[in-house]
């Protein structure tokens, strides 16, 4: 069974940073995607930031200049680091992975930004 465990939500002032980890455990034969999705209450789920396994990366335009996406192969774990967070990036962060071809989910962390 495979499974995704998120750590580093929290409370932080706007202006601020937060860096979100993601680490992937079970059975992996192989991890293409892995990436970072977030809600807002009374929002759907949107795309913050996703990375392929070969490193390359690509940003919602919120969080562009803002957000770093990297990943460690060798831990099977995947970062957000969160620079100049604004209160709209306050939502639950979820880490999402293609791992043995299935999508897995992992069950979300919160960040609020306050202003």
């Known amino acids: 069974q495979v499974q995704l465990v998120e750590s580093g939500g929290g409370l932080v002032q706007a202006g601020g940073s937060l860096r979100l980890s993601c680490a992937a455990s079970g059975s992996i034969f192989s991890i293409d995607a892995m990436g970072w999705y977030r809600q807002a209450l009374g929002s759907q789920r949107e795309l913050v930031a996703v990375?392929?396994?070969?490193?390359?990366?690509n940003y919602a335009d919120s969080v562009k200049g803002r957000f770093t996406i990297s990943r460690d192969n060798a831990k099977n774990t995947v970062y957000l680091q969160m620079n100049s967070v604004k209160p709209e990036d306050t939502g639950v962060y979820y880490c999402?992975?293609?791992?043995?071809?299935?999508?897995?989910w992992g069950q979300g962390t919160q960040v609020t930004v306050s202003p």
């Open positions: 990375t392929a396994s070969g490193g390359s990366a």
């Open positions: 999402y992975a293609r791992i043995n071809f299935n999508t897995q």
